[in-house]
Nanobody, 117 residues
Framework: VQLQASGGGLEQTGGSLTLSCAASGRTFSGYVMGWFRQAPGKEREFVARINWRVGTTYYADSVEGRFTISRDNAKNTVYLQMNSLKPEDTAVYYC???????????WGQGTLVTVSS
């Protein structure tokens, strides 16, 4: 299984970015796909997740209403649309996959998001 994250970059406060996570190596029905982030000097934290099969979503309070997670079954890709970016959103963002009800056991490489004030 491979998860390839992309789409990070430098954005100004209030701007938008869309991250992509291309998944390969198996079918992901029955899996949950998640986005996590790790800011400098901080622990990795949960951002959002989506149930691949039914599309239900869940967000961290810090991003609720600003970020949207979605998936494209045909492309086997999960997206994280990030709007109204804040400097505190600056972090390396990681995508992850795990069977529903289990821990995340597949991780992609990170993509850096930097939000300037």
């Amino acid at each position: 299984v491979q998860l390839q994250a992309s789409g990070g970059g430098l954005e100004q406060t209030g701007g938008s970015l869309t991250l992509s996570c291309a998944a390969s190596g198996r079918t992901f029905s029955g899996y949950v796909m998640g986005w996590f982030r790790q800011a400098p000097g901080k622990e990795r934290e949960f951002v959002a997740r989506i149930n691949w099969r039914v599309g239900t979503t869940y967000y961290a309070d810090s991003v609720e209403g600003r970020f949207t997670i979605s998936r494209d079954n045909a492309k086997n890709t999960v997206y994280l649309q990030m709007n109204s970016l804040k400097p505190e959103d600056t972090a390396v963002y990681y995508c992850a996959a795990g069977r529903y009800g289990s821990s995340y056991n597949y991780w992609g490489q990170g993509t850096l998001v930097t939000v300037s004030s």
